[in-house]
């Protein structure tokens, strides 16, 4: 189990989450995400497992109780809509949701947090003499004369203005513009948002909609939308949108290969150029998706790849694809080569293969907060690789015993 987020599930019940803490709890209730500690903290496993912080199994009535206080919670947080509250009806183990994934989901799940148990020793030396610690919440933006800010050094409060534009920086690591003028926003000046590997950010763009940007991306953008027919913005790289509404002014993202357009919606797009495919995931709404010769429209629960100018289409799990966005790596029968890439975008490494390593599927879920070396453990305990890790160089072989 995730021991972090049972650490953060026995704050919620002992009323003593921050703000933001409450915010995630609240997220992993409404979605369903993370059965299992849940599970384990309502009842005395997690009292065995977690030894620092006894938590008696509930009552029926303080079990009642406390599914009042989830949706009084969720009221104050201006929910829109009804709330798959995870009821005692509603237990379902979180690993029957990804019903598809092998072995390493047996580890990520109920087993990691026995393994760690069993290894600890081995694990802490390891953190202590060679270990990579993940990414941070930082970025560079680029404004339209050139000046950079290093998001991550600049202290909170407003940046820059530009044209009746103010961008400001939050104590929550969110980039904002906001429109102080309209009769002086100058829709023709553009600024860039950038990551490096190993780092993510989150933008509130002019006209509201918010992005998350995922490691080694960008995103262009104008510093006003007022006056234009549509709201265009350069991705390189992946991020997540959650689009404000305007029917009279659709909204528009371009890659290198394909364009999404929408009208208001929560949609992600991976267009890295070092992948096979550029896929773009539905959460909610409709987009439309095209290329140099093909248009597709995309329902919620889709997802579209476009390789070699094919559009193909297909149902999926849609956590899988907006899992980074959210804190965690989630592997749906995916091959160690493309569970790599994603590391070592995070961890910012070099990843060198060495041998034939085999080309097994594998699938799981683990925290991108974690140091690579237990992400490595739990690879390795797949039985499908061994590694080395040297620096911020991580070797991949085959596995042997």
């Given at each position: 189990?995730?021991?972090?987020?049972?650490?953060?599930?026995?704050?919620?019940?002992?009323?003593?989450?921050?703000?933001?803490?409450?915010?995630?709890?609240?997220?992993?209730?409404?979605?369903?995400?993370?059965?299992?500690?849940?599970?384990?903290?309502?009842?005395?496993?997690?009292?065995?497992?977690?030894?620092?912080?006894?938590?008696?199994?509930?009552?029926?009535?303080?079990?009642?109780?406390?599914?009042?206080?989830?949706?009084?919670?969720?009221?104050?947080?201006?929910?829109?809509?009804?709330?798959?509250?995870?009821?005692?009806?509603?237990?379902?183990?979180?690993?029957?949701?990804?019903?598809?994934?092998?072995?390493?989901?047996?580890?990520?799940?109920?087993?990691?947090?026995?393994?760690?148990?069993?290894?600890?020793?081995?694990?802490?030396?390891?953190?202590?003499?060679?270990?990579?610690?993940?990414?941070?919440?930082?970025?560079?933006?680029?404004?339209?004369?050139?000046?950079?800010?290093?998001?991550?050094?600049?202290?909170?409060g407003k940046l820059a203005e530009q044209s009746g534009v103010n961008i400001s920086k939050t104590a929550k690591g969110e980039l904002i513009y906001e429109i102080?003028?309209?009769?002086?926003?100058?829709?023709?000046?553009?600024?860039?948002?950038?990551?490096?590997?190993?780092?993510?950010?989150?933008?509130?763009?002019?006209?509201?909609?918010?992005?998350?940007?995922?490691?080694?991306?960008?995103?262009?953008?104008?510093?006003?939308?007022?006056?234009?027919?549509?709201?265009?913005?350069?991705?390189?790289?992946?991020?997540?949108?959650?689009?404000?509404?305007?029917?009279?002014?659709?909204?528009?993202?371009?890659?290198?290969?394909?364009?999404?357009?929408?009208?208001?919606?929560?949609?992600?797009?991976?267009?890295?150029?070092?992948?096979?495919?550029?896929?773009?995931?539905?959460?909610?709404?409709?987009?439309?998706?095209?290329?140099?010769?093909?248009?597709?429209?995309?329902?919620?629960?889709?997802?579209?790849?476009?390789?070699?100018?094919?559009?193909?289409?297909?149902?999926?799990?849609?956590?899988?694809?907006?899992?980074?966005?959210?804190?965690?790596?989630?592997?749906?029968?995916?091959?160690?080569?493309?569970?790599?890439?994603?590391?070592?975008?995070?961890?910012?490494?070099e990843v060198v293969f060495e041998g034939d390593v085999a080309e097994k599927e594998i699938g799981g879920m683990i925290s991108r907060y974690e140091n690579i070396s237990p992400v490595l453990e739990l690879l390795k305990a797949t039985k499908a690789i061994n590694y080395k890790l040297e620096g911020k160089r991580v070797?991949?072989?085959?596995?042997?015993?």
């Open positions: 189990m995730d021991t972090r987020i049972i650490h953060l599930f026995i704050k919620y019940l002992n009323e003593e989450c921050t703000p933001d803490e409450l915010n995630e709890v609240l997220f992993y209730l409404k979605n369903g995400k993370y059965q299992a500690e849940w599970d384990a903290v309502l009842s005395k496993d997690a009292e065995q497992m977690m030894c620092s912080d006894k938590q008696s199994a509930l009552s029926k009535s303080e079990e009642n109780s406390l599914y009042q206080r989830i949706e009084r919670d969720l009221r104050n947080l201006n929910e829109d809509e009804e709330t798959p509250l995870l009821t005692p009806e509603r237990k379902v183990s979180l690993w029957i949701k990804y019903g598809k994934i092998a072995a390493i989901l047996i580890v990520f799940g109920f087993g990691s947090f026995f393994y760690f148990k069993q290894h600890r020793s081995d694990t802490q030396q390891l953190a202590q003499t060679n270990d990579v610690s993940p990414g941070i919440n930082s970025a560079t933006l680029t404004l339209a004369d050139g000046r950079k800010v290093i998001l991550s050094a600049a202290a909170n102080k003028d309209n009769k002086t926003a100058d829709k023709l000046k553009y600024n860039t948002l950038s990551t490096t590997k190993g780092e993510q950010y989150r933008i509130r763009l002019p006209d509201g909609s918010l992005v998350w940007l995922n490691a080694a991306s960008s995103l262009k953008y104008p510093v006003s939308f007022n006056g234009n027919k549509e709201r265009k913005v350069e991705l390189n790289g992946e991020a997540y949108f959650e689009v404000a509404k305007n029917k009279a002014q659709p909204f528009l993202v371009t890659t290198n290969k394909q364009t999404v357009k929408v009208l208001g919606t929560h949609f992600n797009i991976n267009a890295y150029p070092d992948e096979p495919a550029t896929k773009t995931t539905l959460l909610e709404g409709s987009v439309q998706i095209s290329s140099s010769s093909k248009v597709k429209t995309l329902k919620p629960g889709e997802q579209s790849a476009l390789t070699d100018d094919k559009i193909s289409i297909k149902e999926v799990n849609t956590e899988e694809g907006i899992a980074w966005k959210n804190g965690y790596f989630v592997f749906d029968n995916e091959n160690i080569k493309s569970i790599m890439r994603k590391v070592s975008r995070w961890y910012n490494v070797v991949i072989m085959p596995y042997k015993r």
